[in-house]
């Protein structure tokens, strides 16, 4: 209910128009909810007799692929690779608060209810330190040719991975004890 009021403010809505400040509405839980439902419905089409878990590990394999393509990308060119750490940040940031959404949504949790904003911004938080302990140990190995860019693509997979294992439970917990029947 104190993340909403900041994250929809026109003020900061149209400062998240410039570059690098997408993944600051990330970490506020500021994603495309309608996009995100729609993804689901069609996964979901897609795949009828896959369970809730197993659709969750889909969407978390599917971010982890991006992640990893993110952190390739970013740190293809060695001497480029440190300049490139805030926008692997920002996309990593975007990512994660939008698998988050997508999980939540295959648990059925009403998107557009503040606390998932909330829920994303301390899941968020959790991973922001690891982040960046993980990140700065591997800035150096980072510079060195082909193996940074192998050592940015797995480090980011593993950041939304583990993330991703920690928002499925938090949401399957979640979604269960809010069920009548308390079956998944």
Known sequence: KVVTPIAEHPLLNSVTQ???MRWFMAALGQVDIARVE??????????PQK???ELTQQVIQDSTLKAAGVGLVTNII?????????LDFAALSALQAEML?????????PLYEPARRGEVLAIYGLSV????VLKAGLSIP??????GAVIGASSDAAILFTLGQIAA????RKYTRTTPSGSV
Not at 101 to 109: F, G, H, K, V
Not at 129 to 132: D, E, F, I, L, R
């Open 129 to 132: 330190g690891g982040t960046g």
């Open 18 to 20: 410039l570059p690098m």
């Open 51 to 53: 369970t809730r878990a």
């Open 101 to 109: 959404y997508r999980i939540a949504a295959i648990y059925e949790l």
């Open 38 to 47: 729609q993804d689901v419905q069609t996964l979901r089409q897609q795949n």
């Open 142 to 147: 980072e510079m060195i040719p082909v193996l």
């Open 169 to 172: 439970r938090f949401y399957e």
């Open 78 to 86: 060695p001497p480029v690779a440190l300049s490139l750490m805030a």
